[in-house]
């Protein structure tokens, strides 16, 4: 045994404060039993049976009480005393912020290095025997506050009779006697009636990945980082449990061990003085008499940024109690400490023998929330300085958007690079005084002919984006991209989130948008512009956030934009959908010698280049390739570990920043995405917003005349309202965000001017485009659309006289025919097309044979 004295401080508010003034106090340091007191076995198994027992439970209970009392940080600041405190008024109700006492409340938050700087061996048990630890260090918390509110209780005595006069001396001593008494024993009512003190822990531990975790991790602290998919409704777990015999009421308390999942049988026997007369099983829970926890269920999945790619994203189970339930709900990323653990599930088909196989969960002892994928990372100095130095580039706003994607080569890509790189910076999220929110994602559809780089265009910014999700649109479902509700092995409901939920904060990619199936469609519409997701299913109603932009990429109805329709026609989305899009491409596959021959030379510099790179790669490293290939997350992290250093990522922006020349790489591009989000929130200017009132009347004056000019006085009104592109209040909100986000760049907190300019003409050349070539090609006054509508108009004539109903003749051979009497082939071809979609013409063998069915 050690002994210490404290030494009493000079003025009367320190005394009154420490309340070890004068204290002789004593702590064992032997946190290990004697090794006499251990099982003599030579059998390693006995061994590690008896780990728990070799740890001296009340050495730790007496080490962490004095933890929570002594330790400080500078003289007189003592950190885990006032929470203690803090946490005792606001359970009671005597805090002057709170109203009702506050059951969930009774919680502690310890940091292990605060542990490790007090005590290395009590560290060292939190991790390596959490389990059996903690217990006893909940109880320490308990002393801990019971000597602090009888410490209390005995200063305000003290104090109160060195006022009364010496007449009364005598009678105060009594009083004073009886009234420490009372307090002290006040104070142990209080405690007895609140709820156990839960100990929480949080720490800077290395973070372990959920596919990481093997069989020596099992009965350890560890770290794991994750995002929430799913959650249980809250259950409550016995903790102790009061019997009574149903025949002579005898009672007994049985505690209940074991964890969340843990077991407990009532007695065989009663344990009264006619145990014969009971029978067996006598003994019945009384519920009012016995204690309760909070427990809920949740799942933990690795982040989509983090899964190798090819492999499937791992999850496992998760049991949080008291305060750490509903503290997380789907699509919540995570940092939690825990403690792997394992159970048995429950099988019907099992026959009570015993299963050497158990099921692995997370017993979590710690868990802080990542709000936000900008609010959670770190940046170095140096990292900040490269970043302020590229913001401060009149060019900034190139060298980014000449960064997306670099492969991908052609003038049309100028502006939806820029596009995306808006995407990937966004708006500013805005919340009005009533309640309301305005989102700050920006959402981009492309819409074109295949072989325009659009998949690519959606796979790349998945990768660049903080927190990015790929989905194709055959494949998804409405619950897969919103919410739904599943049902467990036990017959409960419990809710599991979707793509949109899952990438909260960052972009989904959805390719193939027109393949969705329509009523799918329709579910993400509140996802879109709410940024919300409704679940009311099998009596679960709520709402998850869903802040995600959406990035999607289509094809027209017909394979290929067909000029001769209308965008109607070639578009096959609702309006309402449409509408959603702060910006809309019409993606075109020109025909131009010199266009072509430019993207040939550029896809051609392209695979010359990359053959050349892995055939040095492939000479070199073929032995370490091999390797990597055959542990796919090997290979990813090493990829990661070489390029996301602070080191690579700050001398990439550097070197960029002050040359001018080059690109930023992904993993810089996205730390400086990072950056801006976290450290820039732009604002409107009036000048700003006085320009974009002013642009946005003239937009919807000009839509108005030219709908008028294509369809008369009298139809105008009518169309424009059913323009399948329109341009409503929503691509006002658009344009400001557009402006807001061109701002963020350059890390400047007010929009500029020319950042409204460079959001109209993004719009102009985009959504405006679009609606314009809606226009124009509805336009029967246009004489290139009309000679075009005739000479189909007579290859369809021409068609139906030469093939009579039942007849198969060669397609070829029939286009050769009509050309030889005057027709355009091409336009016989696209009325072959037609009249095959109208069910009037079939295309046999692979289209090489056309019969006429009517």
Same mark, same amino acid.
């Given at each position: @045994?050690?002994?210490?004295?404290?030494?009493?401080?000079?003025?009367?508010?320190?005394?009154?404060?420490?309340?070890?003034? =004068?204290?002789?106090?004593?702590?064992?340091?032997?946190?290990?039993?004697?090794?006499?007191?251990?099982?003599?076995?030579?059998?390693?198994?006995?061994?590690? +049976?008896?780990?728990?027992?070799?740890?001296?439970?009340?050495?730790?209970?007496?080490?962490?009480?004095?933890?929570?009392?002594?330790?400080?940080?500078?003289?007189?600041?003592?950190?885990?005393?006032?929470?203690?405190?803090?946490?005792?008024?606001?359970?009671?109700?005597?805090?002057?912020?709170?109203?009702?006492?506050?059951?969930?409340?009774?919680?502690?938050?310890?940091?292990?290095?605060?542990?490790?700087?007090?005590?290395?061996?009590?560290?060292?048990?939190?991790?390596?025997?959490?389990?059996?630890?903690?217990?006893?260090?909940?109880?320490?918390?308990?002393?801990?506050?019971?000597?602090?509110?009888?410490?209390?209780?005995?200063?305000?005595?003290?104090?109160?009779?060195?006022?009364?006069? +010496?007449?009364?001396?005598?009678?105060?001593?009594?009083?004073?006697?009886?009234?420490?008494?009372?307090?002290?024993?006040?104070?142990?009512?209080?405690?007895?009636?609140?709820?156990?003190?839960?100990?929480?822990?949080?720490?800077?531990?290395?973070?372990?990945?959920?596919?990481?975790?093997?069989?020596?991790?099992?009965?350890?602290?560890?770290?794991?980082?994750?995002?929430?998919?799913?959650?249980?409704?809250?259950?409550?777990?016995?903790?102790?449990?009061?019997?009574?015999?149903?025949?002579?009421?005898?009672?007994?308390?049985?505690?209940?061990?074991?964890?969340?999942?843990?077991?407990?049988?009532?007695?065989?026997?009663?344990?009264?003085? =006619?145990?014969?007369?009971?029978?067996?099983?006598? !003994?019945?829970?009384?519920?009012?008499?016995?204690?309760?926890?909070?427990?809920?269920?949740?799942?933990?999945?690795?982040?989509?940024?983090?899964?190798?790619?090819?492999?499937?994203?791992?999850?496992?189970?998760?049991?949080?109690?008291?305060?750490?339930?509903?503290?997380?709900?789907?699509?919540?990323?995570?940092?939690?400490?825990?403690?792997?653990?394992?159970?048995?599930?429950?099988?019907?088909?099992?026959?009570?023998?015993?299963?050497?196989?158990?099921?692995?969960?997370?017993?979590?002892?710690?868990?802080?929330?990542?709000?936000?994928?900008?609010?959670?990372?770190?940046?170095?100095?140096?990292?900040?300085?490269?970043?302020?130095?590229?913001?401060?580039?009149?060019?900034?706003?190139?060298? @980014?958007?000449?960064?997306?994607?670099?492969?991908?080569?052609?003038?049309?890509?100028?502006?939806?690079?820029?596009?995306?790189?808006?995407?990937?910076?966004?708006?500013?999220?805005?919340?009005?005084?009533?309640?309301?929110?305005?989102?700050? =994602?920006?959402?981009?559809?492309?819409?074109?002919?295949?072989?325009?780089?659009?998949?690519?265009?959606?796979?790349?910014?998945?990768?660049?984006?903080?927190?990015?999700?790929?989905?194709?649109?055959?494949?998804?479902?409405?619950?897969?991209?919103?919410?739904?509700?599943?049902?467990?092995?036990?017959?409960?409901?419990?809710?599991?989130?979707?793509? %949109?939920?899952?990438?909260?904060?960052?972009?989904?990619?959805?390719?193939?948008?027109?393949?969705?199936?329509?009523?799918?469609?329709?579910?993400?519409?509140?996802?879109?512009?709410?940024?919300?997701?409704?679940?009311?299913?099998?009596?679960?109603?709520?709402?998850?956030?869903?802040?995600?932009?959406?990035?999607?990429?289509?094809?027209?109805?017909?394979?290929?934009?067909?000029? @001769?329709?209308?965008?109607?026609?070639?578009?096959?989305? %609702?309006?309402?959908?449409?509408?959603?899009?702060?910006?809309?491409?019409?993606?075109?596959?020109?025909?131009?010698?010199?266009?072509?021959? %430019?993207?040939?030379?550029?896809?051609?510099?392209?695979?010359?280049?990359?053959?050349?790179?892995?055939?040095?790669?492939?000479?070199?490293?073929?032995?370490?390739?091999?390797?990597?290939?055959?542990?796919?997350?090997?290979?990813? %992290?090493?990829?990661?570990?070489?390029?996301?250093?602070?080191?690579?990522?700050?001398?990439?922006?550097?070197?960029?920043?002050?040359?001018?020349?080059?690109?930023?790489?992904?993993?810089?591009?996205?730390?400086?995405?990072?950056?801006?989000?976290?450290?820039?929130?732009?604002?409107?200017?009036?000048?700003?917003? =006085?320009?974009?009132?002013?642009? !946005?009347?003239?937009?919807?004056?000009?839509?108005?005349?030219?709908?008028?000019?294509?369809?008369?006085?009298?139809?105008?009104?009518?169309?424009?309202?059913?323009?399948?592109?329109?341009?409503?209040?929503?691509?006002?909100?658009?344009?400001?965000?557009?402006?807001?986000?061109?701002?963020?760049?350059?890390?400047?907190?007010?929009?500029?001017?020319? +950042?409204?300019?460079?959001?109209?003409?993004?719009?102009?050349?985009?959504?405006?485009?679009?609606?314009?070539?809606?226009?124009?090609?509805?336009?029967?006054?246009?004489?290139?659309?009309?000679?075009?509508?005739?000479?189909?108009?007579?290859?369809?004539?021409?068609?139906?006289?030469?093939?009579?109903?039942?007849?198969?003749?060669?397609?070829?051979?029939?286009?050769?025919?009509?050309?030889?009497?005057?027709?355009?082939?091409?336009?016989?071809?696209?009325?072959?097309?037609?009249?095959?979609?109208?069910?009037?013409?079939?295309?046999?063998?692979?289209?090489?044979?056309?019969?006429?069915?009517?």
């Amino acid at each position: @045994l050690e002994y210490y004295a404290t030494k009493s401080h000079s003025s009367n508010i320190n005394k009154i404060m420490d309340f070890d003034d =004068d204290r002789l106090y004593y702590s064992h340091q032997a946190l290990q039993q004697d090794g006499n007191s251990r099982r003599n076995s030579d059998s390693n198994a006995a061994t590690m +049976d008896a780990d728990n027992d070799n740890v001296n439970l009340m050495a730790v209970r007496r080490h962490f009480r004095e933890f929570l009392r002594n330790y400080r940080q500078g003289p007189h600041r003592y950190l885990y005393r006032d929470r203690l405190l803090r946490m005792h008024r606001r359970i009671s109700g005597n805090d002057n912020n709170t109203n009702e006492m506050d059951a969930n409340g009774s919680k502690l938050s310890v940091d292990l290095a605060h542990v490790g700087e007090y005590d290395t061996a009590l560290l060292g048990l939190l991790l390596s025997q959490p389990a059996a630890v903690l217990p006893a260090l909940e109880l320490a918390a308990e002393d801990a506050l019971k000597s602090l509110l009888y410490d209390l209780s005995s200063n305000n005595t003290e104090g109160e009779s060195r006022q009364n006069t +010496d007449a009364t001396a005598a009678a105060n001593n009594v009083n004073t006697t009886t009234t420490t008494q009372n307090q002290g024993e006040y104070a142990n009512a209080q405690l007895d009636a609140m709820t156990h003190v839960q100990i929480l822990l949080k720490g800077n531990l290395a973070p372990t990945p959920l596919r990481s975790i093997k069989a020596e991790h099992m009965n350890r602290l560890i770290k794991c980082p994750g995002i929430v998919i799913s959650t249980s409704p809250p259950k409550s777990r016995a903790t102790q449990l009061m019997v009574r015999c149903s025949r002579c009421l005898n009672t007994q308390i049985i505690p209940v061990t074991g964890g969340p999942y843990g077991s407990v049988s009532l007695p065989r026997h009663c344990a009264g003085d =006619d145990s014969q007369q009971c029978g067996l099983f006598p !003994y019945s829970v009384v519920p009012d008499e016995s204690h309760f926890v909070d427990r809920q269920n949740l799942k933990l999945q690795e982040s989509p940024e983090t899964v190798p790619t090819g492999e499937m994203p791992r999850s496992v189970l998760m049991a949080v109690e008291r305060s750490l339930v509903d503290r997380a709900p789907p699509g919540t990323r995570v940092q939690v400490l825990c403690i792997p653990t394992l159970f048995n599930k429950i099988n019907s088909s099992s026959n009570g023998s015993g299963d050497s196989v158990r099921t692995v969960y997370l017993r979590v002892v710690g868990l802080a929330r990542d709000y936000a994928p900008g609010e959670s990372a770190t940046f170095s100095p140096r990292e900040e300085e490269a970043f302020r130095l590229l913001s401060k580039r009149s060019d900034v706003y190139d060298i @980014l958007s000449r960064s997306i994607a670099p492969s991908i080569s052609g003038s049309y890509t100028v502006d939806i690079k820029k596009a995306i790189c808006t995407m990937l910076f966004g708006g500013t999220r805005k919340r009005l005084p009533d309640g309301v929110r305005l989102r700050g =994602d920006i959402n981009v559809l492309l819409l074109g002919d295949p072989s325009t780089a659009k998949s690519q265009f959606l796979k790349f910014t998945s990768r660049v984006a903080p927190v990015g999700i790929y989905t194709s649109g055959k494949g998804s479902s409405a619950a897969g991209l919103t919410a739904s509700i599943v049902k467990d092995a036990r017959g409960e409901f419990y809710l599991e989130g979707g793509a %949109m939920v899952l990438a909260d904060g960052g972009i989904v990619a959805i390719d193939e948008f027109d393949k969705m199936r329509p009523n799918d469609r329709v579910a993400i519409h509140e996802a879109m512009e709410q940024q919300t997701i409704s679940i009311a299913k099998a009596g679960i109603t709520t709402v998850l956030n869903s802040r995600s932009s959406v990035l999607a990429a289509a094809n027209p109805v017909f394979g290929r934009y067909d000029d @001769l329709k209308s965008a109607s026609e070639n578009i096959d989305l %609702m309006t309402t959908i449409l509408s959603r899009f702060d910006l809309i491409f019409l993606v075109r596959d020109v025909r131009e010698e010199e266009r072509d021959r %430019m993207i040939c030379k550029h896809v051609m510099g392209v695979h010359i280049t990359n053959s050349r790179g892995d055939g040095l790669d492939n000479s070199r490293n073929l032995r370490s390739r091999q390797l990597e290939e055959d542990d796919p997350l090997e290979r990813n %992290m090493g990829e990661s570990t070489l390029s996301n250093s602070a080191q690579a990522i700050a001398e990439n922006i550097m070197r960029v920043a002050t040359t001018g020349v080059g690109e930023l790489d992904v993993p810089a591009m996205k730390k400086y995405i990072q950056y801006c989000k976290a450290r820039c929130a732009p604002r409107l200017s009036e000048q700003a917003g =006085d320009v974009l009132a002013s642009s !946005y009347v003239k937009i919807r004056d000009d839509v108005r005349k030219r709908s008028i000019d294509s369809s008369g006085t009298g139809a105008g009104r009518n169309d424009d309202a059913q323009s399948v592109i329109p341009i409503t209040v929503r691509q006002l909100e658009a344009l400001v965000r557009l402006s807001e986000s061109l701002a963020k760049m350059r890390l400047d907190n007010e929009v500029q001017p020319e +950042d409204v300019a460079e959001a109209l003409r993004l719009f102009r050349v985009s959504t405006m485009a679009a609606n314009a070539a809606d226009e124009n090609s509805g336009n029967s006054n246009n004489p290139i659309a009309s000679s075009q509508v005739q000479e189909l108009e007579r290859s369809e004539a021409f068609l139906r006289t030469r093939l009579s109903i039942g007849t198969i003749v060669n397609k070829q051979r029939l286009v050769e025919e009509a050309a030889s009497q005057g027709y355009n082939a091409m336009a016989v071809n696209k009325a072959i097309v037609i009249m095959a979609m109208k069910g009037q013409v079939q295309e046999r063998n692979q289209g090489r044979l056309i019969k006429r069915i009517k």
